[in-house]
């Protein structure tokens, strides 16, 4: 059955640097999301994308984030310069359509982001 | 806006208890509704889901219907197993397609 890939799972870095988290969405899909979980926290939309642009975003998605499809098959979430309530898990998630709210999103295992 | 309400956790259980993980929700329209698991150091997995009122979803033995009259979708599993132990989120997903909102997620533990 196809998946979403995510890479790193784990990603260790210092305040102020740039991450790159990428994922590879199931390769039919037209959706891309990617969402965000703190610790102990619930999952948070982070931005949604489609036809190579941003579709939907919410306040979190603040000037230091950006996404991009490179190429046709990765999706990457950038962090400008990580702060350390940005350590959060990151979920890549992807679906076929949007229009229809019959859809699913499919989750990727997610990226674990520390900020030290 | 949307919005979704699960039962504080955690829930403890004995293997073979019967379980309720109670959800409801706040939407204008007709969401979709659904219960995405999440095991120890793993992803968001699609337990199950439904569409319109009064449907039933159902997955490994979970179920959960949609009551547009009580805007509820509680989860339930007459006989838990330890390897149910993970935690639980209630979604919702709006009319015109828009991204999900979750529960805060109820986090269940089943001893043997």
């Known amino acids: 059955e196809p998946e979403v890939t995510q890479t790193p799972s784990h990603q260790v870095t210092q305040m102020g640097q740039e991450v790159i988290l990428r994922c590879v969405p199931i390769?039919?899909?037209?959706?891309f999301y990617w969402y965000r979980q703190i610790l102990g926290q619930k999952v948070e939309f982070l931005v949604s994308?489609?036809?190579?642009?941003?579709?939907?975003k919410s306040e979190i998605f603040d000037d230091q984030f950006s996404v991009e499809r490179p190429d046709g098959s990765n999706f990457t979430l950038k962090i400008r310069s990580t702060k350390l309530e940005d350590s959060a898990m990151y979920f890549c998630?992807?679906?076929?359509?949007?229009?229809?709210?019959?859809?699913?999103?499919?989750f990727g295992p997610g990226t674990r982001l520390t900020v030290l | 806006g949307n919005s979704v309400t699960q039962m504080e956790g955690p829930v403890t259980l004995s293997e073979e208890a019967f379980l309720t993980i109670n959800c409801t929700y706040t939407?204008?329209?007709?969401?979709?509704l659904f219960w995405y698991v999440q095991y120890p150091g793993e992803g968001l997995q699609l337990l199950l889901k439904?569409?319109?009122?009064?449907d039933k979803g159902s997955n490994k033995g979970f179920e959960a219907t949609y009551r547009k009259e009580t805007t509820s979708f509680h989860l339930e599993k007459g006989s838990v197993q330890v390897s149910d132990s993970a935690v639980y989120f209630c979604a919702l997903r709006g009319n015109y397609g828009q991204n999900f909102v979750f529960g805060p997620g109820t986090r269940l533990s089943v001893l043997p």
């Open positions: 994308f489609y036809n190579n642009e941003i579709s939907e």
């Open positions: 939407a204008t329209g007709y969401p979709s």
């Open positions: 439904a569409t319109k009122a009064d």
């Open positions: 998630a992807s679906s076929l359509r949007q229009g229809r709210n019959t859809d699913t999103q499919y």
């Open positions: 390769s039919n899909h037209l959706y």
